[in-house]
């Protein structure tokens, strides 16, 4: 009687066990998720207040229409890559957006008119302002990936992990060159 009673612990408190492992583990996934989530929100934004900024730019800017195409193109790629979830793709397509948006600020310089035009400076003050907090989201994003990743692999959580299909997410990473210094002798020439 006593070693049944003993049997029926050790499985309830197995069981209790494996419950918190599960629980846990859901919780990391949908923190990657509200974590993503929250960068989509800013990169739609940002997806809205770009066509504004590019039409205002061409009403001064006549002779810069490849930077202007370039930044049309690449928003085009970071659109594509949010409405995919593909993670990786969104990384080069921010590189590529990140890198024309800042040739596109550095050559207003050359233009004191759209310098001077409160839609233009409204929109670039918009834009670095979403700018900064996607590079926060993206920082937190990555923390809960790197969380869900590591725990889904732990002993023992990787038991309940693999039995129950619980999957790595993908970083949120952007290239080499954007990390780079820009060379602003290049941007004028």
Known sequence: MLTTV????????LAAWAVVLYNGLVRLKHGVSKAWSNIDVLLKQRHDELPKLVETCKQYMQHERT????????????????EQHDV???GKAESS???GL????????NYPDLKANDSFQ??????SGLENAIADRRELYNEAVNLNNVRIEQF???ILARMFAF???????FSEEEKADVDLKSLFN
């Not at 003993?6 to 408190?13: M, Q, S, Y």
């Not at 409204?122 to 834009?127: D, K, V």
């Not at 999957?167 to 949120?172: D, S, V």
């Open 6 to 13: 003993v049997v029926f612990v050790v499985l309830f408190l």
């Open 67 to 82: 930077t202007l195409e370039r930044v049309i193109a690449a928003r085009s790629a970071v659109a594509s890559a949010r």
């Open 88 to 90: 990786g793709a969104l």
């Open 97 to 99: 957006l990140r890198a």
């Open 102 to 109: 800042g040739q596109l600020f550095a050559l207003a310089e």
């Open 122 to 127: 409204h929109l670039q003050q918009r834009i």
């Open 156 to 158: 023992p959580d990787v």
């Open 167 to 173: 999957k790595a997410a993908e970083l949120l990473q």
